[in-house]
């Protein structure tokens, strides 16, 4: 763990293993960056990740590349794309760690699943430094989760980056800030506590159904 004020060392552009931007799709993919100023490499992949790669629950030991094909991922896993992009295109990047309470999910799950969830939970989002400082990206929720869950109800800041201060997670919600880390590789690799497949497909049909429903009424 690092001080929010730190200068990053080499372990912020770093490979890990789920971090994987030495992978063909992350080097690819990241190509589109190669003519931008950092700053504009910096909002481009921010808003990629945010609103392109839609929020839905998952395993958090997903490789970057993996979420960049599927397109879905939960928190863990669009940090860890944003950070392996960032990364790749030479600027630092870490994870942010929160232990969050529980309550913001409880709009995004059914009963009985919501009621497993540890209280706090922990939410994983990117850091970024630039202009001497770091700068908090939470890229998690996209904008049609955003709009079908939290526009009415708050608790999830959702705005445009103006190149200066942080996106992040309201406060109120935040139990504990753990840290920065350059790899969280050790915790993505632990076994889900109770996640399996089929709560995985009934939380996301949960997400999906409600979104529907958003749009057509």
Known sequence: MKMKNFVPDDEYVKSTRYCDLESKEIIEFCSNYKNLSALDTIEEIFNFVRDTIKYRFDYPWRYASETLKKKTGNCFNKANLQIALLRRCGIPAGYGVYLIKKEILKVLLPYDIFEM????????????????????????????????????????????????????????????????????????????????????????????????????G
């Open 117 to 216: 969830v540890n209280d706090p939970t922990i939410h994983v989002f990117a850091k970024v430094y630039i202009n001497n400082r770091w700068i908090s990206l939470d890229a998690t929720v996209d904008k049609e989760t955003y709009n079908t869950f939290y526009k009415k109800i708050g608790m999830w800041q959702r705005s445009n980056w103006d190149r200066k201060t942080h996106i992040q997670i309201e406060q109120e919600w935040v139990v504990e800030d753990q840290g920065l880390y350059s790899n969280i590789d050790l915790y993505l690799s632990q076994s889900p506590r109770f996640w399996t497949d089929k709560l995985i497909e009934r939380a996301n049909s949960f997400i999906e159904k409600n979104i529907i429903s958003k749009m057509e």
